[in-house]
């Protein structure tokens, strides 16, 4: 399965295609920033030894782990590094068994970049299975996804019967969500209490 989110290399970044209308637009480019430390997702990615290029390649989103955007909060003060490219939104992804991003880091994130954050939960793969609603009223599951409760926990489905359990409880609504969107609607997420299994960090194994 082709992956939705790869990007197509340019000279002002890449150009976010999966992406939900309001994040990517015709002159909207965006660059992955990865600290290198966790599964790679698909695409174009400027490592920490490289951040000093982000300057010239002024890109308008970033997207990356939330350990990559806390290294980056870290570095831009002392390293002369210069973001204010970055108008367009912040896009933190979350694979299976991951917490979600915390409210200080989120904070931190709005002082330093003025801009929006939104959460992707992904496969190991980097393919998305729910994105953050625009009115941040839960997360829409993407097209041709499934989501159901199994054993508490939010398990998502494709059609090929490939199965992902997410390592959160939450609540699945299918009302009209304010932001327009008519998919499957997450609300409520939250880690469960028992650690994620290995497999299931890494590797997201079948229900």
């Known amino acids: 399965?082709?992956?939705?989110?790869?990007?197509?290399?340019?000279?002002?970044?890449?150009?976010?295609?999966?992406?939900?209308a309001f994040l990517c637009g015709a002159?909207?480019?965006?660059?992955?920033?990865?600290?290198?430390?966790?599964?790679?997702?698909?695409?174009?990615?400027?490592?920490?030894?490289?951040?000093s290029q982000l300057a010239d390649v002024r890109p308008n989103l970033l997207i990356g782990f939330s350990s990559d955007f806390r290294r980056l909060l870290h570095s831009v003060p002392g390293a002369?590094?210069?973001?204010?490219?970055?108008?367009?939104?912040?896009?933190?992804?979350?694979?299976c068994g991951d917490?979600?991003?915390?409210?200080?880091l989120r904070r931190d994130l709005w002082a330093a970049?003025?801009?929006?954050?939104?959460?992707?939960f992904i496969?190991?793969?980097g393919y998305p299975l729910a994105l953050e609603c625009e009115a941040h009223?839960?997360?829409?599951?993407?097209?041709?996804?499934?989501?159901?409760?199994?054993?508490?926990?939010?398990?998502?489905?494709?059609?090929?019967g490939e199965r992902f359990q997410s390592g959160m409880t939450g609540v699945i609504l299918a009302d009209p969500c304010s932001c327009g969107r008519p998919s499957l609607r997450v609300v409520g997420t939250?880690?469960?209490?028992?650690?994620?299994?290995?497999?299931?960090r890494l590797a997201c194994a079948a229900a």
């Open 1 to 20: 399965m082709r992956n939705p989110l790869h990007r197509k290399v340019s000279s002002r970044g890449t150009k976010a295609n999966g992406l939900p």
């Open 27 to 51: 002159n909207v480019s965006a660059v992955q920033i990865s600290a290198g430390t966790r599964a790679s997702f698909a695409g174009f990615q400027l490592p920490p030894q490289s951040w």
């Open 80 to 95: 002369g590094i210069t973001l204010s490219s970055v108008d367009r939104a912040l896009v933190t992804l979350i694979q």
């Open 99 to 104: 917490s979600l991003l915390d409210e200080p």
């Open 113 to 120: 970049f003025g801009v929006p954050v939104y959460e992707v």
């Open 123 to 125: 496969s190991p793969t």
């Open 137 to 160: 009223e839960g997360w829409h599951v993407e097209p041709g996804l499934r989501a159901t409760l199994s054993m508490q926990q939010m398990v998502f489905e494709a059609k090929t």
């Open 190 to 200: 939250q880690k469960q209490q028992r650690p994620a299994s290995r497999n299931q």
